[in-house]
């Protein structure tokens, strides 16, 4: 029994609202109403293995698992244009090396899916944003999707509001160094920096960042650099911790804040260079006359957590 204990809780992962092993049918696009996904798991038990109680409210070292393995699947990607929609149909599996897979701390292997997003080709900026504590934000160049958030909670409770930051180091996610993992349905996904596809797409220090995908609301993701009022700058987070204590009541962690909850953080207006969204209206090679653009940051949130736009149907878990 108590083996079946540990292997429930090892199975949670980061990820533990997925459930069952993804059918690797062949890629084709998705019938049906317009902005679709298509994830088909087949059913799994009764649902998803309970959420890990964690205890840590203080950062660790982010440890991240040497990318030298080569996929088991090969790479498959296709964007393309039609009608008012761009229409991007994958498998998520990278285009580059990965760490090993199952590890210690995600015992989950990578395998294809079956994945097709439908975006609007000319989305519209939202007044409001509209954030998520789960659900993909974007889907890069080569088809891997970005899944910023983490799937645990303090005391495993979500509504506490306590969601640990994935990169944050207090819980170990057996993370690689393109700081990607695998969901236990096998969709390897990145939290962080995708190191090997800046790699492969010629990512340069100081100067303009490549297009490295597209968020679930239309609008273009770049990494770092971008073109500011005089020339290409990196642009940096608005987003900064907390000063004092977090609270120390029952359900709370309390402890400094250090990062190691996303509640850590606050957005400060024109505290850097981009809004709660981690983007900003800018001109790009693809974009010459402008659009409203997401980019990567070197600190926090490093992939956004909200939307400018309006996400796509099954973008966001409830």
């Known amino acids: 029994m108590k083996k079946l204990i540990v292997l429930a809780l090892l199975i949670a992962g980061c990820q533990s609202h997925m459930r069952g092993e993804i059918d690797s049918k062949p890629l084709r696009d998705a019938d049906g109403q317009t902005h679709e996904v298509q994830h088909r798991p087949p059913p ?6 309970p959420a890990r109680k964690h205890t840590e409210n203080s950062k660790g070292k982010l440890e991240l698992l040497k990318a030298d393995q080569e996929a088991r ?3 498959a990607v296709k964007i393309e244009v039609k009608g008012k929609q761009r229409v991007i149909t994958c498998n998520s599996i990278p285009d580059h090396k990965v760490g090993r897979f199952p590890n210690k701390d995600n015992p989950n292997s990578i395998s294809e899916q079956d994945i097709t997003w439908k975006l609007p080709l000319e989305p519209k900026q939202n007044d409001k944003a ?3 504590d789960l659900g993909t934000f974007g889907v890069g160049t080569n088809g891997v999707i970005f899944d910023p958030q983490a799937a645990e909670w303090y005391l495993g409770e979500r509504d506490s509001g ?3 930051d994935a990169l944050g180091g207090a819980i170990a996610l057996g993370l690689d160094e393109n700081h990607a993992h695998v969901q236990p ?9 995708p190191d090997g596809l ?3 797409l010629e990512f340069t220090e100081g100067k303009h960042s490549p297009l490295v995908g597209y968020a679930l609301d239309g609008f273009p993701i770049y990494a770092l650099y971008g073109n500011g009022e005089d020339g290409v700058q990196e642009f940096k987070s608005s987003y900064q911790l907390k000063k004092g204590k977090r609270p120390s009541g029952k359900g709370e962690p309390g402890g400094d804040y250090d990062g190691t909850f996303l509640a850590d953080y606050e957005y400060v207006k024109d505290h850097g260079d981009l809004d709660e969204c981690n983007g900003k209206f800018v001109k ?4 010459p006359d402008g659009t409203y653009a997401y980019f990567l940051t070197k600190e926090f949130p490093v992939v956004p957590r909200s939307f400018r736009g309006t996400p796509v149907e099954g973008a966001i878990k409830k």
């Open 284 to 287: 790009t090679p693809e974009y």
């Open 130 to 132: 509209t954030p998520f």
């Open 198 to 200: 800046l790699k492969n």
């Open 162 to 164: 306590w969601q640990y």
């Open 73 to 75: 699947f090969k790479n």
């Open 185 to 193: 349905n096998g969709l390897y996904h990145y939290h962080g920096l």
């Open 44 to 49: 799994l038990g009764k649902g998803p293995p």
